[in-house]
């Protein structure tokens, strides 16, 4: 018995779409400004509206229907060091105004509530550099300066302003706080200088306060623009 070997007819070869063909010359086109636009040691600074949130964990589940964001401000500076072409190491120093809002008919406040904490956030991120675009992560530690909690008033009640209380015991706050931060950007030319389009999320491991549980989350969409640095303390610049 013979078996007989058939060719392939050309049209049973697969052929790429034209939506193929623009992925091919994207990435193409990413591969080819890798060197330009990978690890470059700059100084950036931080200037952003941030949108926070508490969420209140699993035993305060009822909570969540009443959860609302606060607007606050993100102020500091952010120093990137390329250790290779494809990583960077990222410190970031900066003040940020975090809290959250509970609306009307909560469990734990009945009126409107605001909590708001002034807080200094040092995250040490890795950044993973594509080209243009780049991937951020890593663990942060917070320290809240103060805070203070306003509940609004009603037809029977005055409005009401507090300070917070920090400690260990039921009702206080904490003044450390730890969690992690994870994010995607991407990086445009702008002369000698390079323009970031940074989103990333920061999600709090620890609970901000005592006897209910608040753990800070928030989304934050920032342009960044980068100041080259001459030296750079964890390897040698690759500008």
């Known amino acids: 018995m013979t078996t007989s070997l058939k060719t392939p007819q050309w049209g049973s070869i697969p052929r790429f779409g034209t939506h193929t063909i623009r992925l091919l ?139 917070l209380d920090f400690g260990h015991t039921s009702g206080t706050f904490n003044r450390w706080e730890t969690g992690a931060q994870v994010g995607i950007g991407y990086a445009f030319p702008v002369r000698q200088k390079r323009l970031a389009l940074d989103l990333r999320y920061s999600y709090g491991l620890t609970s901000v306060s005592n006897g209910i549980d608040r753990y800070n989350r928030f989304l934050n969409v920032s342009l960044l623009l980068s100041q080259p640095w001459a030296t750079n303390p964890f390897g040698r610049s690759r500008e």
Not at 82 to 102: C, H, N, Q, W
Not at 106 to 118: A, D, E, F, G, Q
Request: glycine content about 10%; hydrophobic content about 40%; cysteine-free.
């Open 25 to 163: 010359v994207f990435l193409l086109f990413i591969l080819g400004t890798e060197q330009a636009f990978s690890q470059q040691t700059s100084l950036n600074l931080l200037l952003n509206g941030v949108t926070t949130h508490f969420n209140y964990g699993s035993q305060n589940s009822t909570l969540k229907a009443y959860e609302k964001g606060v607007l606050g401000a993100q102020v500091g500076v952010s120093f990137q060091a390329g250790i290779t072409d494809r990583f960077s190491l990222v410190p970031e120093l900066y003040a940020v105004m975090k809290g959250g809002k509970l609306l009307v008919n909560n469990p734990i406040t009945t009126n409107p509530s605001t909590v708001r904490l002034y807080t200094l956030e040092l995250p040490v991120l890795a950044r993973f550099h594509l080209g243009r675009f780049y991937l951020n992560g890593g663990p942060y530690v917070n320290y809240t300066l103060g805070g203070r909690m306003t509940i609004e008033g009603s037809d029977v009640s005055p409005q009401k302003k507090m300070t």
